[in-house]
């Protein structure tokens, strides 16, 4: 998680002319986050948090465009995204699909989901399918070790999986 | 021994008083209408200092894992000078096995914001921070939800019944994390709170004398903020009347384990979940009462008492008392957060520490090396042992390189890899034949015989 490298001399930003950061969005943050912190620094996180929410993933325009709204420098904010696991960076699918892999779905069997979802859908964990609906996720416990084992998917937590049911999870999705 | 009636879970169905289908959101007229928020109008007509006075009285020790006591921390703040204090909350629940939090947030949650308030008041902090982690969305937006009515029923913001702290309006914010482990221990907390990477921060200074914005803050866990409004109720003696009192003839700098405590009990069991017990509760009687014996009719083999960073307790060691000083008598390095993860005769001890070393290697955060290395080194050598191709001399190097990892050797800055150091070494210590069994001794060809032609 620490380690991200990237080729800073050589690296271009693909850039729209569009912000990513609206002014709506400015307006709202500069409301309801920033008065809530003695620093804007503090700020963030949430701000990331927006900005992902809204676009799925931050490019690093965006990356840039909150860090001129934090009044820091562009590094520093990417400092901060890239330690934290649920910040992307490039794209993700649609439905990301986040099995626990801890020690309590492991012992009640976590494995044979990893290897139904990727019977299904053709991906690896960390790959995203082809028509971008979804990407396979390994994580460290989600806090649900007494119905285990337990997959999250974007914001819903679904327990007592079996491969079964999270089959019939996966085809309800659209 | 047994919980008489359920405190923490009073509002929350939990067997043997209720059924686990049952629990369901306490919104806040049914929290008032069961007596929720009285503790805070009794704070709120004692003198702040009377208020620590009381926590400590109690000698409540903090539920998040460290088990320091609350009421001592709250007295190291330094004098008021006029300026903000803080208080973070860690709902950053993340050691695997432990789930208990979540349930106090995502059924009773004006149980925490009460607490909360009380430390507030008794400790004169103007502005708090629920740091949850970024897993918990469900519990977020409850949690959301639940301080809007708050502020909507002057719990905090302008004009609330805390009135002003230092000169401000008191107030109350929940703080998403993003996904990492280590943004749980407090000083990271902090960091990510300011906007940085969650990196531990060297003491002292001790976050209640410089802590989140170079100001005095205090961290406390959900459930410890949750215990506080039944000691306020109740009484410190009510609250010492559970639990496991400190050795006969110990000083009274010894702290003991008083009051109830939330268990949350996972793996190889019929009914897993979370219970609440007194403190010194038998793991058997948690099995076998609470959770319903093991899952299919095996046999226990070994259980994890507190989070997988507390070490496993064996074969031999299914009755030990869960309390604070597990650890000393069981070789473990703790309670940890009570998060109980049971596992039958059928588990692979290899994989289970390979498990546990993997967590570890991918959370460090990196800043130290020998964590960011070491857990990763312990994790590929348990690969190795599981694929079959260890060699005994890999057993050496692992507890090695266990017992060089971590605070307590002095060699990082904070606990984590000591949490890789326990569970490593004790699992290896305590099922050293399963080990074995598993590796092939070395050979040593000797270069002449390589020579011969």
Redesign the interface.
Known sequence: ???ITKNSATMQIDRREEPYLSEALKAKLEQEVIP????R??????V??ALQEEHGWLPYQAIEEAAEF?QLPASRVL??A??????WLKPKGRYVI?IC????C???GNRQLVEAVQRKLGIGPGQTTDDGRFTLMN??????????PCA?IN???HENLTVENLDRVLDSLE | MALAEPVLLKRIPTPPWGDFADRKLVPYEQYVATGGYAALDQALAMDPKAVIEVVKASELRGRGGAGFPAGMKWSFLPPEDGG?RFLAVNAD???????KD?VIIEYDPHLLLEGIAICMHACRLD?A?IYI??????QRHVLEKALREAYEHKIFGPGSRLGQINGRDV?C?V???????ICGEETALLE???????WPRIKPPFPAVAGA?A?PTIINNVETLATVPFILERGADWFKSMGTPRPEGAPPTVPASYGPKLF?????VNR???YEEELGVKMSTLIEQHCQGMRHGKKYKAA?PGG?SMGVLGPDEYDAMLDFDVGKKHNCLGLGTA?V?V?DED?DMV??AR??A??FS??S???CTPC?EGTNWMYRILKRIEAGDGTTKDLDLLLEIAGSIGAMPGTTICGLADGANWAVRTILNKFWHEFESRVTKERYVSLAVLNTR
């Open positions: 998680m620490a380690w809530r912190f003695p620093t620094q503090a700020a963030t996180l949430p990331l948090h934090l400092d901060t890239t330690f934290y696991e649920e910040f986040w892999q801890s020690l309590s492991e012992l009640l994580v460290e416990c989600l806090g649900s070790c007494g119905t285990a999250l914001e819903k937590l | 903000r629940e993340s050691e695997p096995g432990t789930f979540r502005t921070y982690r970024g897993e918990y969305h469900h107030h914010y703080h998403r994390g993003a996904g990492a482990y990510s709170l300011e906007g940085k990477r969650g914005f100001r949350g009990i996972s793996g190889h897993p979940g979370v994890i997988i998060g993860i596992m588990t994989a289970v498990n546990i993997r967590f991918h959370e955060c990196g800043q960011r």
